[in-house]
């Protein structure tokens, strides 16, 4: 069996900031990750590969040379191989031009290995929030697709996925034939840690990690990149903190239901 996985390196969030001018994210000393979702889709597949251990776990991302490091950590964690799409001309991409660039370096990526039995990715990625690139590849590639997945089982014959999908307000059972799209979700599982082993190993010059340009992809450039990209980002910004809960004082439960119906009745709540 082999699986496919969609990782991307996204800034912490918790260190980000916004370039007032062109409302995009500053990534400039910023300390990268692997989406956190996206380690959920790995661990997932790297789980498939414990049981069955002639699965091969192949990850894909699209992003700038630094990207590497995450792959490198990809490989730490047990994934076989690595490919990145890095080009300046799909930089700047939205998820539109993003997933018509990783549906390039996917197709490219089969060529060279033959085909696929599952792709998995994460729900959405945490600096952008959109969910979008993963329906978007599976719609460009015809493939059934699940999203929010909790869930899973594969049929012996590896033919069909039995999905758990998360709802709202519950869930429900969905059954998908393979070659198939899954959108992964964080209570799924827990990512393992990187070993010694995996790090010396994936940290080696020969690591396989192969880096495609947008021309090795055959990618489309009139549909990647910015000025091929149909949405820009109009404005971020930080959400104002909401204002500190108020505690309602009285000698009593009484008084201070009472001070409370007051103070609704102030701000004409009731």
């Known amino acids: 069996m082999r699986i496919i996985v969609c990782a991307k390196q996204v800034p912490d969030t918790s260190e980000v900031k916004i370039d007032p001018k062109t409302n995009r994210i500053i990534r400039d000393g910023v300390p990268s990750i692997l989406n956190p979702d996206d380690a959920n889709a790995l661990e997932e597949a790297l789980l498939l590969k414990d049981k069955e251990p002639d699965t091969e776990v192949i990850v894909v991302s699209m992003g700038p040379p630094q990207a590497k490091d995450m792959l490198i950590e990809c490989l730490a964690m047990g994934a076989d191989k690595c490919y990145l799409l890095s080009d300046r001309a799909v930089g700047g991409s939205d998820t539109w031009a993003t997933s018509n660039a990783v549906t390039s370096l996917i197709e490219k990526v089969v060529e060279e290995v033959g085909p696929f039995d ?57 059954e998908v034939p393979t070659p198939c799209m ?71 439960e009484r008084t201070q239901s009472q001070n409370l119906l007051a103070k609704l009745k102030e701000k004409h709540a009731i």
């Open 118 to 174: 599952m792709i998995f990715a994460g729900r959405q990625a945490i600096d952008g929030d959109t969910a979008q690139v993963g329906p978007q590849i599976a719609e460009k590639m015809h493939l059934p697709q699940v999203t929010y997945v909790q869930k899973f089982e594969i049929s012996d014959d590896k033919k069909v996925v039995t999905v758990q999908r998360q709802l709202e307000d519950g869930y429900e059972i969905i």
């Open 182 to 252: 899954l959108t992964c979700i964080k209570e799924l599982n827990n990512p393992r840690y990187m070993t010694v082993s995996g790090i010396v190993k994936a940290c080696k010059a020969d690591a396989p990690i192969y880096v495609k340009s947008a021309k090795d992809c055959e990618c489309d450039l009139t549909k990647v990149g910015l000025e091929a990209s149909p949405t820009v980002v109009f404005r971020s910004f930080t959400p104002a903190p909401k204002a500190p809960g108020q505690i309602i004082q009285g000698e009593d």
